[in-house]
């Protein structure tokens, strides 16, 4: 990519509805962390520590089941969002009479310490950061050596039923561009991690109405186009959108329902031991240089 960020990526809409977002987990999210938790049987080390980023956009019925195939693992929930974390604190409380309160086994709300957990889990956040680069960095920094990060995300071909009508009606862009995975593993190995391994899907949703499709499309995200549409639109505007839909995404396939697409990214790399860089004048943090004086397999 040219740029650290996303050409079409307008950063003030992209603060905005990070920090509107509803504290919810959309069905789409959730169904993409079950088959995102389902690639952690091929990790063979279970992590002593692992964190949850944006744990209720990312799906809680997904982090559920992380924490179930790491029961004894600490996890820690970040979310920078005080009505996300206070929701997340509800769906997760444990009971006064429940043995998981006592035993410790309760997610700690925090942004991880630097090196501090051997997994990093990201469900469907990374598509909506005006700066992609420097959120992978944040991961990066929170991840001991040796440690995983495990990541989702729309691609290129997400909604492109939308995208090619909008474009055929002359209006302004459906949403903001996507992502190809091979620049998301060149953004990886630029942060400094190791070995990433891409791979993606296709997902298709049907929906019985316009109605119901734009509501699913609401709860998913917004268009953070740049060039978007510069002001409100009226009920014409609506009623004529929805009768496109309604004619341009019907699927015989599918009954006759609305079908749209969505292309899942599924991300894996790891924290390989820095490198020191060897100059006139060179300089390390003691963190790094433990981290390279550690033998090979040797946990922190």
Known sequence: MPTDRPPTIDPVAAARWHSAAPAASPWLHEEVGRRMQDRLQWIRQAPQSWCDWEAVRGGLQAHALVAARYPKARSIIHEPVAARAQAARDALAQPWWSRRRWSGASPEFCLPEPASVQMLWANMALHTAADPQALIGQWHRALAVDGYLMFSCL???????????????????????????????DMLVQAGFAEPVMDMERITLTFASPERLVQELRELGCNLHP????????????EHFHAALSERLADPDHGG?????????????????????????SAISLQDMRAMLRKPGERK
């Open 227 to 238: 060039g978007r549409h510069a002001a409100l639109r009226g009920r014409r505007w609506r």
């Open 257 to 281: 329902q609305l079908a749209l697409t969505f292309e899942i990214i599924y991300g894996h790399a790891f924290k390989p031991a820095p490198r020191l860089r060897v100059g006139e004048s």
């Open 155 to 185: 691609g290129p071909d997400t909604l492109r039923e939308i995208h090619r009508l909008y474009a055929d009606l002359g209006w302004p862009a459906a949403g903001h561009a996507f992502t190809d995975m091979h620049d998301w593993g």
